[in-house]
Nanobody, 124 residues
Framework: QVQLVESGGGLVQAGGSLRLSCAAS????????MGWFRQAPGKEREFVAA??????YYANSVKGRFTISRDNAKNTVYLQMNSLKPEDTAVYYC???????????????????WGQGTQVTVSS
């Protein structure tokens, strides 16, 4: 079992920044993949970013603005979000799964544990 707790969401103006955190506990290690997904009202959950022990992956919509990182000593993954846009408004979910690579990291079905989500609202 793995438990994931997200934090850091909130309300920010367009152009601003937020940093999301996801603390993992239980049966986890740096060998596992960690991902961030988001879901806006009326839309499907979509991939945002993922990190494995060797690589990082980003959705085209956030590339150059968001950065995913991890602190293995703290079992924590971060999502630094800069230059936020109103279309980034969504509930952001942290996910934990087996090692993935390439497009395999983009599929939510590849992750077996999920956090409760944290709301990010970007005002125009």
């Amino acid at each position: 079992q793995v438990q994931l707790v997200e934090s850091g969401g909130g309300l920010v103006q367009a152009g601003g920044s937020l940093r999301l955190s996801c603390a993992a506990s239980g049966r986890t290690s740096s060998m596992y993949a960690m991902g961030w997904f988001r879901q806006a009202p009326g839309k499907e959950r979509e991939f945002v970013a993922a990190i494995t022990w060797s690589s990082t992956y980003y959705a085209n919509s956030v590339k150059g603005r968001f950065t995913i990182s991890r602190d293995n000593a703290k079992n924590t993954v971060y999502l630094q979000m800069n230059s936020l846009k109103p279309e980034d408004t969504a509930v952001y979910y942290c996910a934990h799964g087996p090692f993935c690579s390439g497009s395999g990291c983009y599929n939510p079905l590849g992750y077996d544990y999920w956090g409760q989500g944290t709301q990010v609202t970007v005002s125009s």
